[in-house]
């Protein structure tokens, strides 16, 4: 069975839905609504107006999340991981995301050498399957993992 690349929800959004614009311009997450939404690489990303979802279509590869908004520390790691979204940090205009709080006072320490592993690793981590989360619940490979508990409201 072929896994995404990117972390996705159930219903193939981004970043919990998070609106990625606000990352890189307030350094903030913030939800992003289901009514501006915008595909990039075969994947939903929210925003929270008209204009924001189309200066991230004017430049799409500038805004992504690093590692298809897996944790930038899990993938330096050699693993796939979700992330908090309040779990970032932008490096050279480059959005990362990682597991928790705990987890960014970690990659914070040495981000250079982070972002070096991380690359590294990369193209095999993300051929592993998806770490199995309420919002994947409905995900053939996480249905028996998770259950049937509700994704994150929007």
Not at 118 to 136: F, G, I
């Amino acid at each position: 069975m072929m896994h995404p690349t990117s972390n996705l929800d159930a219903n193939g959004i981004l970043l919990h839905g998070d609106h990625v614009m606000e990352y890189h311009s307030m350094m903030a997450a913030k939800m992003g609504s289901p009514q501006f939404t915008s595909l990039y690489e075969g994947d939903i990303y929210r925003f929270s107006s008209a204009a924001n979802r189309d200066m991230f279509k004017q430049f799409p590869a500038r805004y992504a999340a690093a590692y298809g908004g897996f944790c930038a520390m899990g993938v330096a790691l050699g693993k796939k991981l979700d992330v908090d979204p309040m779990a970032f940090r932008t490096v050279e205009g480059k959005l990362y995301l990682n597991l928790n709080s705990s987890v960014q006072r970690d990659w914070v320490k040495a981000v250079p050498g982070n972002i070096m592993k991380a690359e590294r690793n990369w193209p095999k981590v993300r051929e592993l399957p998806d770490p199995c989360t309420p919002a994947r619940s409905l995900l053939p490979w996480c249905q028996d993992a998770v259950g049937s508990r509700a994704p994150r409201p929007t």
